[in-house]
């Protein structure tokens, strides 16, 4: 028989387990994540330098994606067949890659 897969904590559990590492109330650690992500925000931000490290745990990046211009005819390499693309709007790519020290400890 298969084991349960594990589920991801919960908000309400996650900041349970770290206010209890760190001796902080709940409401003083929900302050603190709030605080981050609005920092993340306005680092990624148009007004932003676009990217951030949070230390020990990962780099955030982001760049904006070009509109890409459709109505070109290509064709279908399963079927065939011909299509016409559609046009894509232009878009912000966040990317989030982990520190080196990070992806060693999960080795």
């Known amino acids: 028989m ?3 897969a594990k589920k991801a904590l919960t908000k309400s559990a ?3 387990e770290v206010a209890e590492k760190t001796e902080l109330s709940k409401k003083q650690i929900d302050a603190v994540m709030t605080a981050i992500v609005e ?4 680092e990624l ?3 932003g330098p676009g990217k951030l490290v949070i ?3 990962a780099r955030i990046s982001a760049t904006k994606v070009k509109a890409v211009k459709g109505g070109v005819e290509k064709k279908n390499p ?3 067949g011909t299509y016409i693309t559609k046009d894509k709007p232009a878009y912000n790519k966040v990317r ?3 520190i080196k ?3 060693e400890s999960l080795k």
């Open 101 to 103: 020290a990070l992806k």
């Open 78 to 80: 399963l079927t065939g």
């Open 14 to 16: 996650f900041l349970a």
């Open 45 to 47: 931000s148009g007004k």
């Open 96 to 98: 989030l890659s982990p």
């Open 39 to 42: 920092l993340v925000q306005r």
């Open 2 to 4: 298969a084991k349960a």
């Open 55 to 57: 230390p020990g745990l």
